[in-house]
């Protein structure tokens, strides 16, 4: 199962928004609406931002949406904070009790 | 509050073997499935291993089937990963995870390094 594909990068100044891509295959983004987002700052664990699509958990804010269209989907952060600034990664269910994960994106607050 | 920590991370000679612990906190252990994923340097995330609450079913990523075993104990709040006949491949910090509805994880530990190296 190869992985999902994100930009390495990504950046906006504070209050700019900035939108992640998330490009799959029709084995997994395309077929099943169980796409995640995780956010990760340096040395800490992985905190689920977004799950299937576009379900925030409770304390996220309602600045991080995210969206599908056929084999792609992606993460909008609207008014960038610098605390936004982080390694996002991006997983979508495959079937067969596999998930798989996208590269990751390094989002930088100018 | 939830927490999941890991630990047994080190490094280890290639066809070694190790053994990672993850204690969890906060939630009623045995009424959730429970992962194992790995990032290896320079490379993305990877599903490694999940089993059940009751620890029934298990599944794994082909690359590890065979070598590693996920195991818990729901009256230690533990879950556990034996890794055997390991492979340079294998260096990663794993990350244990709370799954939820067979599909994304909402909570992680900070992960534990493991170096597999002669």
């Known amino acids: 199962q190869s992985a999902l594909t994100q930009p390495p990068s990504a950046s906006g100044s504070p209050g700019q928004s900035v939108t992640i891509s998330c490009t799959g295959t029709s084995t997994d983004v395309g077929v099943y609406n169980y796409v995640s987002w995780y956010q990760q700052h340096p040395g800490k664990a992985p905190k689920l931002m977004l799950y299937?699509?576009?379900k925030r958990p409770s304390g996220v804010p309602d600045r991080f949406s995210g969206s599908k269209s056929g084999n792609a989907a992606s993460l909008t952060v609207s008014g960038l904070q610098a605390e936004d600034e982080a390694d996002y990664y991006c997983s979508s269910y495959a079937g067969n009790n596999n998930i798989v994960f996208g590269t990751g994106t390094k989002v930088t607050v100018l | 509050e939830v927490q999941v920590v890991e630990s047994g991370g080190g490094w280890v000679q290639p066809g070694g073997s190790l053994r990672l612990s993850c204690a969890a906190s906060?939630?009623?252990?045995?009424?959730?499935?429970m992962s194992w994923v790995r990032q290896a340097p320079g490379k993305g995330r990877e599903w490694v291993a999940n089993?059940?609450?009751?620890?029934?079913?298990?599944y794994y990523v082909d690359s590890v089937r065979g070598r590693f075993t996920i195991s818990r104990d729901n009256a230690k709040n533990s879950l556990s990963l034996q890794m055997n006949s390991l492979r340079a491949a294998d260096t990663a910090v794993y990350y244990c995870?709370?799954?939820?509805?067979?599909?994304?994880?909402?909570?992680w530990g900070q992960g534990t390094l493991v170096t597999v190296s002669s």
């Open positions: 906060g939630f009623t252990f045995s009424n959730f499935w």
């Open positions: 089993i059940k609450e009751d620890g029934s079913q298990k």
């Open positions: 299937e699509v576009t």
């Open positions: 995870a709370r799954l939820r509805s067979g599909y994304y994880y909402d909570y």
